[in-house]
């Protein structure tokens, strides 16, 4: 499957950014889907991760009530709608898919089998 990010770009702190992936192929149903982000100088973070159908979700605590992930498998599309954006969560954005079992729970122990190529988010103070 191959991954395409997008929405990143400059926003003030406090306000709010969605992040889209459009994703390859027929099977998209078949993947849990999730969200990295990697800052500066630092090894890339898990973000958030949701499940094949939606009903398991998984967040990092530093995102945790800010952020929400969320899939519409008609349209091949895992987003990531941010909010209440901090300086700190400037980072290249990145959208992951594994088919592997219980995905999303391993995407929050950094495991995905596919990545996309990177969205730049900056939050000015």
């Known amino acids: 499957v191959q991954l395409q990010a997008s929405g990143g770009g400059l926003v003030q702190a406090g306000g709010s950014m969605r992040l889209s992936c459009v994703a390859s192929?027929?099977?998209?149903?078949?993947?849990?889907m999730g969200w990295f982000r990697q800052a500066p100088g630092m090894e890339r973070d898990f973000v958030a991760s949701?499940?094949?159908?939606?009903?398991?979700?998984y967040y990092a605590d530093s995102v945790k009530g800010r952020f929400t992930i969320s899939r519409d498998n008609a349209k091949n599309t895992v987003y990531l709608q941010m909010n209440s954006l901090k300086p700190e969560d400037t980072a290249v954005y990145y959208c992951?898919?594994?088919?592997?079992?219980?995905?999303?729970?391993?995407?929050?122990?950094?495991?995905?089998?596919?990545w996309g190529q990177g969205t730049l988010v900056t939050v000015s103070s």
């Open positions: 192929g027929r099977t998209f149903s078949a993947y849990a």
């Open positions: 949701i499940s094949w159908s939606g009903g398991e979700v």
């Open positions: 992951a898919a594994t088919k592997l079992p219980s995905g999303a729970r391993k995407m929050a122990r950094m495991v995905a089998d596919y």
